[in-house]
């Protein structure tokens, strides 16, 4: 008998000893969920299922990494060869062998939001249109839902009821936006994170041997967080689990919180629907919180009228009553904590770090710094910029990104005059029109700029053509050098 199986309560290890069929795992919070999906994928792989056959989707890519590693820990080396991480890097993976398929090359760019944006604005630009009125977030939001819910550009200039929606909320030209959004990605070999799930269902899809071949190469299927699911990424997840269903999904409907996100609640209530056979496995002891919080938390959930029935409880200790503070403004609200915080200190001898504040938008931040400001209490703020959203990284990585696919369009706009090469707004303006003209991308209209865009003095063009050839240099060399000795061929004059 597995050693490790003796560490887990009777209910857990019934979930993790269920290998094959449809499995729902209904893990209250605090229940020790990510111990049961971790061990059960150990022992799929101790039992003889060879990890390049189990897939494992997380909610995130840290998630994902220390999961694996715990995994590896346990199997003896075997995690190696799972296919585990959240659903945009797996398809991500499956599409740079399958893009072709697609009209893609494997080595596609993926747009991240800023990237996103930025095309969008330059659509609104070209076509003359209010960015105030048409706000590159909201159209970016709508093209999102579309394809959330496998709708691509034509479904939605189709789509009667969404066209009169747009005309009524003063924005009739989103469709027409979303086309020519589709249209300059493909022209730039470019996905966005929603393309990379919309596009994994188009291959599943129209190419019956793609979804023949995934099917018998992800046997076992997992998927934590299935609270958070869209539609589109449960169809998918569908798809490649529709022959031989072993698929087995983590999740508890009362701590789905991304519906802005396009999460869809219904996927976990409804699950059974979609798989008759299900065996269900309720974890109903927290390990983390007091009783008072746990009654607490049942008594609120109680009032969700649709849910999946459970009861969470737990053997720890009573613990502290819950305090709920009512303000009138939020300076009032950051008054209250900062004097909660310095109390507790004062009475309980509480050293800084004891003390944790959550909110829930970064706007909230700045009347709780200046309230425990005003008390002398230090602070640290966890969070802020990403460090790859910051300008210096990502300049950094569009050179990188250049390198590798030339016809990244946005890429090429970051770094086309970055440092200065005196290549101004008006001669990219140019170049773009000439991309359209010549339906072509911008990096065609380099290769051709003294055909192609006359209308550019000599000298900008000239250095236009010096940027090409840097940039071809690059390529060159990438394909002799690892990455991580790459940065010593970008320009000496940047700032970083």
Partial sequence: MSSYLNELNETQRAAVEQLEGPVMIIAG????????????????????????????????????REMKARIAKLSGGEARNLWMGTYHSVFARVLRVEAEKLGFPSNFTIYDTDDAKSLVRTILKEQGLDDKIYKPSVVL???????????????????????????????????????????RCLKASAMDFDDLIYNMYVLLM??????????????????????????????????????LENICVVGDDAQSIYAFRGANIQNILNFEKDYPDLHTFKLEQNYRSTKVIV?????????????????????????????????????????LIANQIFNDKMNYQNANIDFTILYRTNAQSRALEEALRKMNLPYRIYGGISFYA???????????????????????????????????????????????????????????????????SASTRAAIQDFGAMIKSFNVMAKTKMLTKLPVILPRTRAY
């Fill in 390 to 456: 910051r300008k210096e990284i990502k300049d950094l990585l569009a050179y990188f990104r250049l390198t590798i696919n030339s016809n990244d369009e946005e890429a090429f706009k970051r770094v086309i005059n970055f440092p200065k090469r005196s290549i101004g707004g008006t001669s990219i303006d140019k170049m773009i029109v000439a991309a359209d003209n010549y339906d072509c991308s911008l990096w065609d209209v380099v290769e051709h700029i003294h055909d192609y865009c006359r209308d550019i």
């Fill in 141 to 183: 939001n709508r093209i999102s839902n579309a394809k959330n819910n496998l709708r691509n550009w034509q479904d939605y200039q189709e789509d009667i009821e969404q066209v009169n929606h747009d005309t009524q909320t003063g924005k009739p030209k989103i469709g027409q936006i979303f086309e020519q959004y589709s249209k």
């Fill in 206 to 243: 129209r190419y019956p041997e793609a979804l023949y071949k995934y099917q018998n190469k992800f046997q076992f299927i997992m998927v934590d967080e299935f609270q958070d699911t869209n539609f589109a990424q449960y169809t998918v997840v569908k798809k490649l689990a529709a022959k």
């Fill in 295 to 335: 009654q607490a938390a049942n008594e609120v959930i109680a009032n969700n009228k649709k849910q999946l029935q459970k009861t969470v409880w737990t053997d720890n200790d009573d613990g502290d009553k819950i305090k709920v503070l009512r303000a009138n403004s939020d300076n009032e609200e950051g008054k």
């Fill in 29 to 64: 919070a605090g229940s020790g969920k990510t111990r049961v999906l971790t061990y059960r994928i150990t022992h799929l792989i101790n039992s003889g299922i060879d990890p390049f056959n189990i897939l494992a989707l997380t909610f995130t890519n840290k998630a994902a």
